[in-house]
């Protein structure tokens, strides 16, 4: 599906919509997760696995959270250890091979992996013979097959081209560099300088070494951003010219994420600002030849997420969008959560904790969710509106053998509203967001939430613009 560049945001819709929601990397949502779901329900998970014939010729995809950071970045929400220390990352991954061997120990040696993810924190705080080890371990339990998508976070200010070598070495493929904003005063609100020639540098040096796929993360919303300052960034990352674009709508949540206390509220963009920014980034990309590929996401017409969207096979999980749809996730490390069948599970969040617990010989489990059937439907309407902007009734009915009309009748009534205000069109074959509506397609999944429905505490999620 084309998404056209909708129109500039109405201040009715703007100040309807000023609310905050979820972002929809799951479903149910992380918040959600349970402490009564355990270690054992996580080990549980990965024996019916095992025991499925079906499930056992599915590839897995395996995230690795690397914590430790040396420079704090205030708008930063991410579970990491801010230190110079570089030699607690030695014990760091004596213990995730630990996790490694009892994963094996349940699935066997040389599960098939088609999507690897290194994230943070900085992974790129490892050294180059850190990042060798790391990789060695997971190869002799793993079996990381050719053509898979093998990506690492990049933080600009940690590596030079000796070490784009190494990534290239290991079998990196995809490179995920976070700039946030190329101005100035930006960089220094948020205690992250980096100048632009070093990150232009580095994307020339890794087009050179033929790096499949170049992502950049930016994000909008940040102190001393206006739409004037974010458009000349826009103009840079245009010339850039990566694979991918990530962008982020920045979440002020002070009460949640200490480091951002360090934010004055005062040195904000106002919401009618971040909009500006979010449509002119949608313009400006566009006309610059990127597929809009979702809420976050932009992509040059011959990537493989840009060809996913096409062909409808696009999917959404706790990295963002992804091209593998229905794929087990392992997710190893501090606070790293994984997905096995209809359980989500999340590690611990402290280092003594997630360490405690595999030197018990246990998985270092401390919540998740065991996902109900109404999980599940739930799950693919929203995932349906998510990725590809619609959701066409009968596909619904015919895998979840429900009625979706009176299933969700209170949902489609919720709809008209919407509707009404131009988000969303309605007929007797679907649903289908509207060019305009993508700016809230949040807002739009968001009805389809049966615990937002419950609870309209949403104060700890991010503003949906």
Same mark, same amino acid.
């Given at each position: 599906?084309?998404?056209?560049?909708?129109? %500039?945001?109405?201040?009715d819709?703007?100040?309807?919509?000023?609310?905050?929601? %979820?972002?929809?990397?799951s479903?149910?949502?992380?918040d959600?997760?349970?402490?009564?779901?355990?270690a054992?329900?996580?080990?549980?998970a990965?024996?019916?696995?095992?025991?499925?014939?079906a499930?056992?010729?599915?590839?897995?995809s395996l995230?690795?959270?690397?914590?430790?950071?040396?420079?704090l970045?205030?708008?930063?929400?991410?579970?990491k250890?801010?230190?110079?220390?570089?030699?607690?990352?030695?014990?760091?991954?004596?213990?995730?091979?630990r996790?490694v061997?009892?994963?094996?120990e349940?699935?066997?040696?040389?599960q098939?992996?088609?999507q690897?993810?290194?994230?943070g924190?900085t992974?790129?705080?490892?050294?180059?013979?850190?990042l060798?080890?790391?990789?060695?371990m997971?190869?002799?339990?793993?079996?990381?097959?050719?053509?898979?998508?093998?990506?690492?976070?990049?933080?600009?200010?940690?590596?030079?081209v000796?070490r784009?070598?190494?990534?290239a070495?290991?079998?990196?493929?995809?490179?995920?560099?976070?700039?946030q904003?190329?101005d100035?005063?930006?960089?220094?609100?948020?205690?992250?300088?980096?100048?632009a020639e070093?990150?232009?540098?580095?994307?020339e040096?890794?087009?050179?070494?033929n790096?499949?796929?170049?992502?950049?993360?930016?994000?909008?919303?940040?102190?001393?951003?206006?739409?004037?300052?974010?458009?000349?960034?826009?103009?840079q990352?245009?010339?850039?010219?990566p694979?991918?674009?990530?962008?982020?709508a920045?979440?002020?949540?002070?009460?949640r994420?200490?480091?951002?206390?360090?934010?004055?509220t005062?040195?904000?963009?106002?919401?009618?600002?971040?909009?500006?920014?979010?449509?002119?980034?949608l313009?400006?990309f566009?006309?610059a030849?990127?597929?809009?590929?979702?809420?976050d996401?932009f992509?040059?017409p011959?990537?493989?997420?840009?060809v996913?969207?096409?062909?409808?096979?696009?999917?959404?999980?706790?990295?963002?969008?992804?091209?593998?749809?229905d794929?087990?996730l392992?997710?190893?490390?501090?606070?790293?959560?994984?997905?096995?069948?209809?359980?989500?599970?999340?590690n611990?969040k402290?280092?003594?904790?997630?360490?405690?617990y595999?030197d018990?010989?246990?998985?270092?489990?401390?919540?998740?969710?065991?996902?109900?059937?109404?999980?599940?439907?739930?799950?693919?309407?929203?995932?349906s509106?998510?990725?590809?902007?619609?959701?066409?009734y009968?596909s619904?009915?015919?895998?979840?053998l429900?009625?979706?009309?009176?299933?969700?009748?209170?949902?489609?009534?919720a709809?008209?509203?919407?509707?009404?205000q131009?988000l969303?069109?309605?007929?007797?074959?679907?649903?289908?967001v509207?060019?305009?509506?993508w700016?809230?397609?949040?807002?739009?999944a968001?009805v389809?939430d049966?615990?937002?429905?419950?609870?309209?505490?949403?104060?700890?999620?991010?503003?949906?613009?």
């Amino acid at each position: 599906m084309k998404i056209a560049v909708a129109d %500039p945001v109405s201040e009715d819709l703007l100040r309807r919509f000023d609310v905050s929601g %979820p972002r929809y990397t799951s479903y149910p949502t992380a918040d959600r997760f349970v402490e009564a779901f355990s270690a054992d329900d996580y080990t549980q998970a990965l024996k019916q696995r095992r025991s499925g014939a079906a499930a056992m010729t599915l590839p897995l995809s395996l995230y690795v959270h690397i914590p430790f950071c040396e420079s704090l970045c205030y708008y930063c929400a991410c579970n990491k250890i801010i230190t110079k220390h570089h030699d607690r990352a030695a014990p760091y991954l004596r213990y995730l091979s630990r996790e490694v061997e009892l994963h094996t120990e349940h699935l066997g040696i040389g599960q098939a992996v088609t999507q690897l993810h290194l994230g943070g924190g900085t992974p790129t705080f490892l050294s180059d013979d850190e990042l060798r080890e790391l990789m060695a371990m997971l190869r002799r339990n793993f079996n990381l097959v050719p053509g898979g998508e093998y990506a690492i976070e990049v933080d600009p200010r940690t590596i030079d081209v000796s070490r784009l070598d190494t990534l290239a070495e290991l079998g990196f493929n995809r490179l995920s560099f976070g700039v946030q904003d190329f101005d100035p005063a930006v960089q220094k609100a948020v205690h992250r300088i980096q100048p632009a020639e070093q990150v232009f540098a580095l994307l020339e040096a890794a087009r050179q070494r033929n790096f499949d796929s170049i992502n950049v993360d930016l994000i909008y919303g940040l102190p001393q951003q206006s739409p004037e300052s974010f458009d000349r960034t826009l103009a840079q990352v245009i010339e850039l010219r990566p694979d991918r674009i990530a962008l982020y709508a920045y979440a002020h949540l002070p009460e949640r994420f200490k480091p951002q206390r360090r934010i004055a509220t005062t040195s904000l963009p106002s919401g009618a600002a971040k909009v500006a920014m979010l449509s002119r980034s949608l313009s400006a990309f566009m006309k610059a030849g990127y597929v809009y590929v979702g809420m976050d996401h932009f992509a040059l017409p011959d990537d493989p997420l840009a060809v996913a969207k096409r062909q409808g096979r696009l999917h959404r999980n706790f990295q963002g969008y992804s091209t593998q749809p229905d794929c087990d996730l392992i997710g190893l490390g501090v606070s790293s959560i994984g997905r096995i069948g209809a359980t989500y599970s999340q590690n611990a969040k402290t280092l003594e904790e997630y360490y405690d617990y595999l030197d018990q010989g246990r998985f270092p489990v401390v919540r998740g969710l065991g996902m109900s059937r109404d999980d599940l439907v739930r799950r693919a309407v929203i995932m349906s509106l998510m990725c590809q902007g619609h959701v066409l009734y009968e596909s619904i009915e015919l895998a979840y053998l429900v009625e979706f009309r009176n299933y969700f009748a209170s949902e489609i009534e919720a709809l008209q509203e919407l509707a009404e205000q131009g988000l969303v069109t309605l007929d007797d074959s679907g649903i289908q967001v509207t060019a305009m509506g993508w700016f809230f397609v949040r807002a739009v999944a968001m009805v389809f939430d049966r615990y937002l429905q419950t609870d309209r505490t949403r104060a700890r999620f991010s503003k949906i613009i």
